[in-house]
Nanobody, 126 residues
Framework: QVHLAESGGGSVQAGGSLTLSCAAS??????MAWFRQTPAKEREGVAA????????FYADSVKGRFTISRDRAANAIYLQMNSLTPEDTATYYC?????????????????????WGQGTQVTVSS
């Protein structure tokens, strides 16, 4: 069974940075993604890394500020978040799609992901 574990969340002031980590088991080449969710919104795709790390995708709201990366040797993915704003406040989840490719037209659909971590809270204050 695939196990995902996020870490690195916390509280930061607007304009600050955080790096989230997700330790995964046996997923070196699968499509992996970060999602986020608040009580008022559905789970939102933030970024994805697929095709063995050769293709990445980002939500428009985070382009230029967030970077997803992967360490195959460590079976881990990361989300570097810069220039954070209060709108980035959410619980962040890493997820495994179970496929090699993320698919450009559907990488952001939570329903297509088969494994999820427990989530890590990110709070950005103004």
């Amino acid at each position: 069974q695939v196990h995902l574990a996020e870490s690195g969340g916390g509280s930061v002031q607007a304009g600050g940075s955080l790096t989230l980590s997700c330790a995964a088991s046996g997923l070196s080449f699968n499509c992996m993604a970060w999602f986020r969710q608040t009580p008022a919104k559905e789970r939102e795709g933030v970024a994805a890394d697929g095709s063995g790390g050769r293709r990445t995708f980002y939500a428009d709201s985070v382009k230029g500020r967030f970077t997803i990366s992967r360490d195959r040797a460590a079976n881990a993915i990361y989300l570097q978040m810069n220039s954070l704003t209060p709108e980035d406040t959410a619980t962040y989840y890493c997820a495994n799609k179970g496929t090699y490719s993320c698919a450009e037209e559907s990488w952001y659909l939570a329903r297509d992901y088969i494994s999820w971590g427990q989530g890590t809270q990110v709070t950005v204050s103004s």
